[in-house]
């Protein structure tokens, strides 16, 4: 056997070998040479080439540096350079967008301050005066009106202002007892478990103390004026530590000393809880003494009926509303047509969405009966009968027999259950626009600013701050009406764009969402716009 001068050679004999266990490849690092007849070699001999690569593999295989070599390189000048180079620029960077950060915070228009808010600022006030005349006849009284609680949650009202209920013998002043709950009404379990059910809806419950509620004056007599504060004392003192969320009293412009009683009850009422709330009622329209009532004491929400008269509509809302909004100031206000009545009682037919707008919209809280959202009407008054709050109206069975005093014709479409859902209904637009009220800035405590417009019509913006703004446009008359706005330049000023996308209009005929260009803005008779558009720095 030969052998090569640079490998070692190993001859097999593979016909030694059975054919079905031959080997069909070499190991990594090995040259097979297989050598078939003459030659050299003998016949069936593979000479199988092993070469020393595992060695040389191993010897050119790289384990790294030692930790003397690392240190030995890591001190060398160039990377010692590198090294302070990199830090520098990571410091650079970073103090550079720190600095960056400064400077947007310090150009960023600041945020107004929010105002102190009470709950009752935050939304709608509903009032159910007669509870046996807003439940079904069958289910009347205390137990029934917690049942309703899940319909008033859906009008987004925050606060429900209910009674009197306390026992009032009729302009008996002695028998009359505030602090105890007419049994024909309910009991004051009864009261506990509406209470207790309301706050889990965060509903509040304003009750309402009125004295002689059933009897010619609901004061009594002035000379009786010193025994009804002592009861009205007392009476606030139980009913607050029974945990209602405040007091109502109305008819105050009969009452001897008014300014003076109404700062004493607001005082027991704050000192208890800065949440509870004082609300009086006149049915005075007499501006001056409107003011003379709501400077007796801060915070007195006071409804009155300044905007009810028999002019009402077309100029005289706008006329009415911008007087109270400058005469009252700084103080908060409420917005009604009267202290008791039905919007019906004041308002014709095609005006009353105008007014739900209008109240949702002005800066105050809305105060509303039972009934308005849905259009009632009072009860017709037969002869010799006093007159009967109207029956609410859920469904078909709520309507009266013809014996009995009615709240109009079996018209479905005059229902809770005919309205709900239908897209244009009284009750639709109310609860539209209740919805908008209590989560909108700009609703809530915006700012007030009113737009020149055309005759018949009122138009104003509510903004606040850096969000949303609303613009409201509403047309009293009966006539269509082209909206002047005001110049391009003036709307710009006062950061109003060129279009504005319509959220509700009182009319059908416009989709919400609609873009309105506000120079050309034409509104329907009775028609009222909802529009709103983003702040622009």
């Known amino acids: 056997m030969s052998h090569d001068a640079e490998v070692d050679m190993k001859e097999v004999e593979l016909n030694e070998l059975d054919p079905e266990k031959q080997p069909m490849n070499a190991a990594s690092g090995v040259a097979v040479a297989v050598a078939v007849g003459g030659g050299a070699e003998k016949n069936g001999l593979v000479k199988i080439k092993v070469a020393d690569d595992e060695a040389e593999e191993a010897s050119a295989k790289f384990t790294g540096l030692s930790k003397e070599e690392?240190?030995?390189?890591?001190?060398?000048?160039?990377?010692?350079?590198?090294?302070?180079?990199?830090?520098?620029?990571?410091?650079?960077?970073?103090?550079?967008?720190?600095?960056?950060?400064?400077?947007?915070?310090?150009?960023?228009?600041?945020?107004?301050?929010?105002?102190?808010?009470?709950?009752?600022?935050?939304?709608?006030?509903?009032?159910?005066?007669?509870i046996q005349a807003f439940q079904p006849r069958d289910k009347g009284g205390l137990a029934g009106l917690?049942?309703?609680?899940?319909?008033?949650?859906?009008?987004?009202?925050?606060?429900?202002?209910?009674?009197?209920?306390?026992?009032?013998?009729?302009?008996?002043?002695?028998?009359?007892?505030?602090?105890?709950?007419?049994?024909?009404?309910?009991?004051?379990?009864?009261?506990?478990?509406?209470?207790?059910?309301?706050?889990?809806?965060?509903i509040r419950v304003v009750l309402d103390l009125?004295?002689?509620?059933?009897?010619?004056?609901?004061?009594?007599?002035?000379?009786?004026?010193?025994?009804?504060?002592?009861?009205?004392?007392?009476?606030?003192?139980?009913w607050l530590e029974a945990g209602v969320d405040g007091f109502q009293v109305r008819d105050v412009e009969n009452l001897t000393d008014a300014s003076s009683l109404l700062a004493e009850w607001q005082n027991i009422t704050q000192s208890f809880?800065?949440?509870k709330l004082l609300m009086a009622g006149t049915d005075s329209s007499d501006l001056q003494q409107i003011l003379k009532l709501l400077n007796s004491t801060k915070d007195l929400l006071l409804t009155s009926s300044?905007?009810?008269?028999?002019?009402?509509?077309?100029?005289?809302?706008?006329?009415?509303?911008t007087q109270y909004l400058n005469a009252t100031g700084d103080h908060w206000r409420s917005w009604?047509?009267?202290?008791?009545?039905?919007?019906?009682?004041?308002?014709?037919?095609?005006?009353?969405?105008?007014?739900?707008?209008?109240?949702?919209?002005?800066?105050?809280?809305?105060?509303?009966?039972?009934?308005?959202?849905?259009?009632?009407?009072?009860?017709?008054?037969?002869?010799?009968?006093?007159?009967?709050?109207?029956?609410?109206?859920?469904?078909?069975?709520?309507?009266?027999?013809?014996?009995?005093?009615?709240?109009?014709?079996?018209?479905?479409?005059?229902?809770?259950?005919?309205?709900?859902?239908?897209?244009?209904?009284?009750?639709?637009?109310?609860?539209?626009?209740?919805?908008?009220?209590?989560?909108?800035r700009s609703l809530l405590h915006g700012d007030f600013l009113e737009l020149p417009s055309g005759p018949g019509l009122f138009s104003y913006i509510r903004c606040w701050d850096q969000n949303k703004r609303f613009l409201v446009v509403l047309n009293f008359g009966d006539q269509s009406a082209s909206a002047s706005l005001g110049p391009a330049d003036l709307l710009s000023s006062a950061g109003v764009p060129a279009k504005a996308e319509l959220l509700l209009s009182t009319q059908p005929g416009r989709q919400e969402g609609d873009s309105l260009a506000l120079q050309h803005l034409t509104l329907e008779p009775h028609e009222g716009l909802l529009l709103h558009f983003p702040y622009v720095a």
Request: glycine share 10%.
């Open 306 to 321: 300044f905007l009810s008269g028999s002019s009402l509509g077309k100029e005289h809302a706008r006329l009415q509303a």
């Open 273 to 275: 809880n800065e949440e």
């Open 210 to 238: 009125t004295p002689n509620y059933r009897g010619q004056n609901s004061w009594f007599l002035s000379a009786q004026v010193g025994l009804v504060a002592a009861k009205m004392k007392d009476a606030l003192e139980f």
């Open 70 to 130: 690392l240190l030995k390189v890591a001190g060398s000048p160039g990377w010692v350079r590198t090294r302070w180079a990199l830090l520098v620029l990571f410091w650079l960077g970073w103090l550079g967008m720190l600095a960056g950060a400064v400077v947007i915070i310090v150009q960023a228009p600041r945020c107004r301050p929010l105002p102190q808010q009470k709950w009752w600022h935050k939304g709608a006030l509903y009032r159910v005066g007669d």
């Open 146 to 202: 917690e049942g309703r609680l899940d319909y008033l949650n859906s009008l987004k009202v925050k606060g429900i202002v209910l009674g009197p209920l306390h026992t009032n013998p009729k302009d008996d002043v002695t028998g009359t007892d505030l602090k105890q709950i007419d049994p024909t009404l309910g009991s004051k379990e009864e009261f506990d478990r509406l209470l207790e059910s309301a706050k889990k809806k965060s």
């Open 336 to 440: 009604s047509v009267s202290q008791t009545g039905l919007l019906t009682s004041f308002v014709p037919a095609s005006l009353l969405r105008l007014y739900q707008l209008l109240f949702f919209t002005l800066p105050g809280t809305p105060v509303f009966s039972y009934g308005d959202e849905i259009g009632l009407l009072q009860a017709a008054i037969l002869p010799g009968q006093p007159e009967q709050a109207p029956i609410m109206l859920w469904d078909e069975s709520s309507f009266p027999s013809t014996s009995s005093p009615g709240s109009g014709s079996a018209d479905l479409n005059m229902t809770v259950k005919g309205q709900d859902n239908v897209p244009g209904s009284l009750l639709s637009v109310f609860r539209k626009l209740s919805g908008e009220r209590v989560k909108e």
